[in-house]
């Protein structure tokens, strides 16, 4: 999954102003204790870190 597709879920989900501000400062413990921002700036892959919000809050079946 490219990085734009990504955040093009992310703002389809959570909406173009909180898509940014949940993924800051929302702590996930699927990707070990992190926000989505730590996530991807240490290198997980966006697919992982999609995968980890999709388990953590009810993401539409059709961003999956």
Not at 1 to 12: E, Q, S
Not at 27 to 55: D, F, M, P, Y
Request: hydrophobic share 40%.
């Amino acid at each position: 999954m490219r990085l734009t597709d990504f955040w093009n879920r992310m703002r389809r989900h959570f909406g173009e102003a909180y898509a940014e501000s949940w993924a800051k400062d929302y702590v996930i413990a699927g990707l070990g204790g992190r926000t989505v921002e730590q996530a991807l700036s240490e290198g997980v892959a966006a697919k992982q870190v999609w995968q980890a919000v999709c388990q953590e809050v009810d993401v539409d079946p059709k961003l999956r």
